[in-house]
């Protein structure tokens, strides 16, 4: 009986120390928990306002553009030449049409494209033939590329400008290494409707 008592009389400090540490931990939860809320609640309100600000501008962006703004004749406008003759340094964009392209005026090198719209602001080019070979290089294997992988993209910021991102040509999914600035340096860039 006196080891019964005992027992329990050494056991009772610790159930109420134990008692008062969960309590702590919970005190301490309940402070932290408003603070934690009101971050995660700031966070959410901001990235809402971003992303209303955001969806905004794309909503005046794409509100400006439709389908019939793509098509056209557009100049290169970011490499001063826009005085000058459209020789390799325009686009002329037929949503219904192949389109010829101008990839190196010196070495003749020219290829054909179709474009397809992949949203509201957005076109892609796609490659469908090519002729003519860079002097002293080994030919462009131009019946080797991929004509359903995209070659370039095309993002809208208004009805008369977009920005061209030339991706390079491909061979069986990937980028054609020997080839991937073929075009880059004439076509990558800035363009104004002319």
């Known amino acids: 009986m006196m080891k019964k008592l005992l027992t329990i009389l050494l056991?009772?400090?610790?159930?109420?120390?134990?008692?008062?540490?969960?309590k702590s931990k919970t005190s301490e939860e309940e402070n932290s928990s408003p603070t934690e809320t009101t971050e995660v609640q700031r966070d959410a309100a901001k990235e809402t306002t971003s992303n209303s600000s955001d969806s905004s501008v794309e909503n005046s962006t794409t509100k400006k553009i439709s389908a019939k703004d793509f098509s056209g004749e557009f100049q290169r406008s970011d490499d001063g030449k826009e005085s000058i003759s459209c020789d390799c340094n325009c686009l002329s964009i037929q949503m219904n049409q192949v389109s010829k392209l101008c990839l190196d005026q010196k070495e003749n090198i020219h290829i054909q494209v179709k474009f397809k719209q992949t949203d509201a602001s957005n076109l892609v080019m796609y490659y469908v033939s090519g002729q003519g070979k860079?002097?002293?290089q080994k030919d462009i294997p131009w019946s080797d590329f991929d004509t359903d992988q995209a070659l370039a993209t095309l993002h809208f910021t208004a009805p008369?400008?977009?920005?061209?991102?030339?991706?390079?040509?491909?061979?069986?999914?990937?980028?054609?290494?020997?080839?991937?600035v073929l075009g880059k340096k004439n076509l990558e860039g800035n363009y104004r409707r002319k």
């Open 134 to 136: 860079m002097e002293g």
């Open 160 to 180: 008369n400008s977009f920005e061209l991102d030339w991706k390079g040509f491909m061979q069986n999914g990937e980028i054609a290494m020997d080839y991937a």
């Open 11 to 22: 056991c009772l400090p610790l159930c109420f120390a134990c008692q008062d540490e969960r």
